[in-house]
């Protein structure tokens, strides 16, 4: 049963993001033109049966080469624990000309199928340009959020940290094309930047793609204590913590370096056993 589940998770990511979003536009798209077909029938309404299977065609290319414009945008602004609210109201306002250019481009594809068999579809006919747009839209947002999640979900498998190696305790790493093996005690502290996650040495900075989240649970009982919602630091390299005035902290490191901790963290960091050392 594990090994089914492993392999269809493989399967699944190896048809990419893309891939994925192009099954599942076919499969809706042959499911509610049949429905549409089997209330056409019912109805007995003066549509032939070529009109549902085109509305649906044409809605579904619209959305297949739309796909790759939402994987952008979640790639820019990937939904973060530490920056949800923003992302998500950026993402929001994206559905808007997401959907403009779905409506723009259904139309243009169903007006000329029916010019080219001497008809007139009157896509704006009913409802005038503003009222058929947010009928759309109410749907796109829902499409938009679907084939973002699965964009997200494909980007969030590649930025998950390696493995470790069994017996050896360094932490590796990608910087750019190198692999980069750090042990636990050269690193002072993570810090969010983005997309990445910087870690810093005494010597230098290695950039990293991933988020911070992901390198917490994988730092997990080597030392290394979440200090902030952007940053975490190797416990065996402060030198001395000091409150503000707000509640907040001030870390001292050994290599001379201040960073701010925050007040949501602080008891987190009081409760971490003296004797933890990453060194």
């Known amino acids: 049963m594990a090994n089914g589940g492993q392999n269809g998770t493989s399967g699944v ?31 007995e309404a003066d549509i032939h049966w070529a009109e549902p299977v085109l509305w649906e065609v044409t809605s579904a290319l619209t959305i297949v080469a739309l796909a790759p414009l939402i994987g952008l945008a979640i790639r820019r602004w990937p939904p973060r624990e530490e920056n949800l609210l ?16 779905h409506v723009a ?31 759309e839209w109410r749907k796109d947002v829902l499409i938009y959020a679907a084939i973002g999640a699965v964009y997200w979900w494909f980007q969030r498998r590649t930025e998950r940290p390696p493995a470790p190696q069994a017996g050896d305790a360094r932490i590796e790493i990608r910087d750019g094309a190198s692999a980069v093996f750090l042990a636990p005690a050269e690193l002072l502290l993570l810090e969010a930047a983005g997309n990445y996650v910087e870690f810093h040495t005494a010597g230098r900075t290695h950039l990293v793609r991933g988020t911070l989240a992901a390198w917490e649970a994988r730092l997990a009982g080597r030392g ?5 919602r952007a940053r975490i630091v190797n416990r065996g390299r402060i030198a001395a913590v000091k409150p503000t005035p707000s509640g907040d902290i001030e870390i001292t490191l050994d290599s001379g370096r201040t960073v701010a901790g925050s007040r949501r963290y602080r008891a987190a960091l009081e409760a971490a056993p003296n004797e933890v050392s990453a060194r």
Do not use: K, M, N
Request: net charge neutral.
């Open 105 to 135: 481009a259904i139309f243009a594809l169903r007006e000329t199928a029916y010019w080219a068999v001497g008809a007139h579809y009157g896509f704006f006919d009913e409802d005038g340009v503003l009222g058929t747009f947010i009928y």
């Open 13 to 43: 990511a190896r048809l990419g993001p893309w891939g994925v979003v192009v099954l599942v536009a076919v499969a809706v798209a042959f499911v509610t033109a049949s429905s549409d077909l089997t209330e056409i029938r019912r109805s």
């Open 86 to 101: 923003r992302t998500g109201a950026i993402h929001f306002g994206l559905t808007l000309p997401f959907s403009a250019l």
């Open 224 to 228: 290394f204590v979440r200090v902030h």
